[in-house]
């Protein structure tokens, strides 16, 4: 089975990272049922049969991800909890349970081995986002840097929409810890502030959404916290918020200073204006296209003067281009 019409993609990337669109994760389920429903098998190439799919799905007890790179793993690579966590996700909606699912770690030749998928994923964290040598060589990197720690942030929450139960609390509180908090002495703040407070923003964001979607069961204090950081950058670097109306009502409820709530409403509302603004630029210009009607346009003809000359002239261009070649292959016939 693989994707429709020979795609790729399974479409569920997207709803994992927009949270705010839907409440129960078996709508993720059902689109990845969806799209990852076609055979492709001698007879039945590109044949799309959703019961089929469903069907093979049926008593999965157990996925397996083979992994023999180590240029990528469960939280650095969005296609990893696509379709690891995809697939986990659409047996647990066939079945009622959710299946356990495994890395083959394949990195070391001749040392193969089974690692349980959180596992994997703590094991990654702990050697990159979390570890301070590893950070600080990413910051060398200036802006660069700033996108893969945001997305190792989305994907983390793409692996909760996938696998609720694979992450524990302590990644999350880990993350808060080092990129909140900045308990490793990094200035990660001030580096974030520097390069990509946008980036730091969307991380801080992601955790207060973890929270808002029940996957961490995180104390008032530290989401307050949170929150404060997340509004303090907004307020700042001027700017929009998260376009997640649930994500904003939840900030806006647990902002206990006043002066930062209405900062906060103040970015909120602005982004407002300008998307309303921009609706209407675009539906002027929509109904300027719609009135406008295309004319036929007849060339007027040459002077009988003018075509005369125009045909000398070709005449002449066409005269010196075979000239040139002539005199060239003389030219070749000389030397050789």
């Known amino acids: 089975f693989g994707g429709n019409n020979g795609s790729f993609g399974t479409g569920i990337t997207g709803m994992a990272q927009r949270t705010g669109e839907w409440e129960n994760d078996g709508e993720v389920a059902r689109v990845y049922l ?10 039945n190439w590109g044949r799309h049969v ?21 240029s990528w793993g469960p939280l650095s690579l969005d296609h990893v909890y696509e379709f690891t966590g995809g697939l986990s996700l659409a047996a647990r909606h066939v ?50 840097a700033t996108g893969s720690f945001a997305e190792v942030f989305r994907n983390t929450l793409g692996w909760e929409v996938m696998k609720p139960d694979m992450l524990e609390d302590h990644l999350w509180e880990k993350y808060k810890d080092v990129y909140v908090d900045d308990k490793l002495n990094l200035n990660i703040r ?12 969307e991380m801080t964001g992601v955790m207060l959404e973890a929270v808002r979607k029940n996957y961490w069961k995180a104390d008032a204090e530290t989401v307050e916290k949170i929150a404060r950081t997340h509004v303090e950058l907004m307020d700042k670097f001027d700017l929009p918020p998260v376009p997640n109306a649930k994500l904003q009502q939840m900030i806006s409820d647990v902002l206990k200073d ?5 900062a906060f409403q103040r970015q909120v509302d602005k982004a407002l204006r300008v998307r309303q603004e921009q609706a209407a630029k675009q539906k002027e210009i929509d109904e300027t296209l719609s009135g406008q009607k295309l004319k036929e346009q ?8 003018d075509n005369r000359a125009a045909m000398k002239i070709i005449v002449i261009i066409i005269a010196v281009a075979l000239l040139a070649v002539i005199l060239g292959n003389i030219r070749r016939k000389r030397i050789s």
């Open 34 to 43: 969806q799209n990852m429903s076609t055979i492709y098998s001698e007879g």
């Open 50 to 70: 959703p019961g089929a799919f469903a069907a093979a799905v049926k008593n999965t007890d157990t996925v397996v991800q083979s992994r023999s790179s180590n």
């Open 95 to 144: 079945n009622g349970t959710d299946p356990r699912a495994y890395f083959n770690d394949l990195r070391t030749p001749g040392r193969a081995r089974i690692q349980e998928a959180g596992e994997a994923a703590m094991s990654e964290a702990r050697s990159t986002v979390l570890n301070p040598k590893y950070i600080k060589e990413m910051m060398k990197e200036g802006a660069a």
């Open 190 to 201: 001030k580096y974030f502030e520097d390069f990509n407070p946008a980036a730091l923003q």
């Open 258 to 262: 006043p002066e930062l709530k209405e």
């Open 298 to 305: 007849t060339p007027e003809p040459l002077p009988e003067g």
